[in-house]
C-alpha cells in the first residue's frame, strides 16, 4: 500500500462499562476529537470468541459475562482460582464493552491483512495491558493487545509480533502471556515501581521475549527517547516484527497526576513517529494502536491528536 490509511474503531458500548478513574468521559472527548478531525470511526465489532479463549481461560471468560450480566458483587463469583480482584469495577455494560475493546484490534488486523488501511487506532475501553490469563485487574478485563497480536497469529499467518507498550505502568499482561506464546515480544516502557508494584522493575529480556525499560519520576522525553534508541529499537531491529501493536497509555503526561513522568503532548507525536519509522523498515507500516491509560481529559486529548497525526504520518 503506497499512501497511508488510518482507520479509527469505537462502539456506543464501550462507554456503558462504569469504572473510576477510567471513566467513559475518556472516550467520550476522544470521539468529539475525532469529529473535530474530520476523522470516521469504524464500529468495533464483537471480538470471535475464540480468539478471547485463545489468549484467556475459557472459565474465566465465562464467568466474567454472567457476572456483568447479573450486575452481580460477589467479588468470588469472576475467579473460579480464588484469585482476588485488583483495581477492577464490573457493571452490567462491561461483558460487552470488553468484547467490543478487543474486537476492535481483530478487526483492525483483518483490515491491515486485507490491505483495506495499514495502520489503525482502537479507541475502546475498558483497556486491557494488565489483563492477565485469568485475572481481571488494573482496569482491565481482556488483554486487548495481546488479543490482537494472537489474532494475526492464528488467522493470518504472521509469526512475529511486537508489542510495545509506553502505558506509564508496567504491561504486566503482555509479559506474562508472552512467557506461554511463542513469537510475541512484550516491550514495556514505564515509570519504575509504579503499579503494579513490584513489576517490571527489571530491565529484562527474556530469550527476545520480553523487554522491560523502566523510568525515573520526573523523567522527560529527552530520557525516554534515550531508553528506546538504546534498548527498544535495536531489540526491534533484532526481532524484525512482522506486525506492531501498541498499548497506547498516555498516562506519562505532565499533567497525568497519577504519574511523575513529565512528557508534553507533542512528546507522542515524537515517540509514535519513531514507532512509524520501525514499522515501515520492519513490517510494511503496519501498526494496530489500542487505548490504554490517560486520565487528564484535555491531555488525553491533545495527546491522542498528536498520535493519531503521527500515525497518519
Do not use: W
Amino acid at each position: 500500500m503506497e499512501n497511508t490509511k488510518l482507520n479509527i474503531y469505537s462502539h456506543p458500548e464501550c462507554l456503558q462499562h462504569i469504572s473510576h478513574p477510567e471513566r467513559p468521559e475518556r472516550l467520550e472527548v476522544l470521539l468529539a476529537l475525532f469529529e473535530e478531525m474530520g476523522l470516521g470511526v469504524a464500529d468495533a465489532p464483537y471480538a470471535p470468541i475464540e480468539s478471547v479463549y485463545n489468549v484467556h481461560n475459557a472459565n474465566y471468560v465465562t464467568a466474567l459475562m454472567r457476572l456483568s450480566q447479573n450486575c452481580a458483587e460477589d467479588e468470588d463469583a469472576l475467579y473460579k482460582s480464588n484469585q482476588p480482584r485488583d483495581e477492577v469495577d464490573i457493571n452490567i455494560g462491561s461483558y460487552d464493552a470488553a468484547m467490543r475493546a478487543a474486537g476492535a484490534g481483530c478487526q483492525a488486523v483483518d483490515d491491515i491483512f486485507a490491505e483495506k488501511t495499514n495502520r489503525a487506532f482502537c479507541a475502546v475501553r475498558p483497556p486491557g495491558h494488565h489483563a492477565e490469563l485469568a485475572l481481571a485487574m488494573g482496569f482491565c478485563l481482556f488483554n486487548n493487545a495481546f488479543i490482537t497480536a494472537r489474532h494475526a497469529q492464528e488467522h493470518h499467518g504472521v509469526k512475529r509480533v511486537a508489542i510495545i507498550d509506553f502505558d506509564v505502568h508496567h504491561g504486566n499482561g503482555a509479559e506474562m502471556m508472552a512467557s506461554v506464546y511463542d513469537d510475541v515480544f512484550a516491550i514495556s516502557s514505564h515509570q519504575d515501581d509504579l503499579y503494579p508494584v513490584g513489576r517490571g522493575t527489571t530491565a529484562s529480556n527474556l530469550d527476545s521475549k520480553v523487554l522491560n525499560v523502566p523510568l525515573r519520576d520526573g523523567d522527560t522525553i529527552t530520557e525516554v527517547m534515550t531508553a528506546y534508541n538504546e534498548k527498544i529499537f535495536p531489540a526491534l531491529d533484532k526481532f524484525k516484527p512482522e506486525l506492531i501493536i501498541i498499548a497506547a497509555g498516555f498516562d506519562a503526561h505532565k499533567d497525568d497526576d497519577i504519574s511523575g513522568i513529565q512528557l508534553e503532548s507533542e512528546d507522542y507525536a515524537t515517540l509514535t513517529a519513531l514507532l512509524v519509522e520501525a514499522a515501515n523498515t520492519h513490517c510494511a507500516g503496519r501498526i494496530v494502536s489500542t487505548l490504554e491509560g490517560g486520565y487528564n481529559l484535555e491531555a488525553l486529548k491533545e495527546s491522542v491528536r498528536h498520535h493519531i497525526l503521527a500515525l497518519q504520518g
